[in-house]
C-alpha cells in the first residue's frame, strides 16, 4: 500500500472510529497555507482538530511520535484560519491524534484526547 493510499485508509478508520463515539464530523482535509488538518469535528459543543498518523510497523516509532513541534505549530495556525472562516461559538477548543497502526491487517486505534 502506498503511503498516500496509507494515509486516505486511516483516515477513513479514524473518521469511523469518532463516529462510533457521536463525533460530527465537520470538515475533511481542510487545506490551507501552513498545511492540512486532517479532520475536524464537534462533540459535546466542542470543536475538536484531529490529526490522523498511520503506520504499517512501529519501525520507524509510534504513529503519534510523528506529530512534530513543527507539525503542531501548522496544525494551530491552520486552525486559526479554520476559525477565522466558522461563525459558531464552541464551549470549548481542542486537538487530538488518532494514531492507527496497521498490522498483518489488523488494526490498533489509540485516541489521544487534548494531545497539545
Known amino acids: 500500500m502506498m503511503n498516500r493510499q496509507l494515509g486516505k485508509?486511516?483516515?477513513?478508520l479514524a473518521v469511523k472510529y469518532l463516529q462510533g463515539k457521536h463525533y460530527r464530523i465537520l470538515e475533511r482535509n481542510f487545506r490551507t497555507a501552513y498545511?492540512?488538518?486532517d479532520i475536524i469535528c464537534e462533540v459535546s459543543g466542542g470543536l475538536v482538530f484531529v490529526e490522523v498518523k498511520t503506520r504499517r510497523s512501529q519501525k520507524f516509532g509510534l504513529p503519534q511520535e510523528?506529530?512534530?513541534?513543527?507539525?503542531?505549530?501548522?496544525?494551530k495556525?491552520?486552525?486559526?484560519?479554520?476559525?477565522?472562516?466558522?461563525s459558531k461559538a464552541?464551549?470549548?477548543?481542542r486537538f487530538d491524534v488518532v494514531a492507527i497502526t496497521?498490522?498483518?491487517?489488523?488494526n490498533h486505534i489509540e485516541h489521544i484526547e487534548s494531545a497539545f
Not at 485508509?9 to 477513513?12: P, R, V
Not at 464552541?90 to 477548543?93: A, D, L, M, R, V
Not at 496497521?102 to 489488523?106: A, T
Open 35 to 37: 498545511g492540512e488538518i
Open 102 to 106: 496497521i498490522l498483518s491487517g489488523q
Open 77 to 86: 495556525r491552520a486552525a486559526y484560519l479554520f476559525l477565522d472562516s466558522y
Open 66 to 75: 510523528a506529530v512534530t513541534p513543527t507539525k503542531i505549530r501548522h496544525l
Open 90 to 93: 464552541f464551549k470549548f477548543i
Open 9 to 12: 485508509a486511516g483516515e477513513d
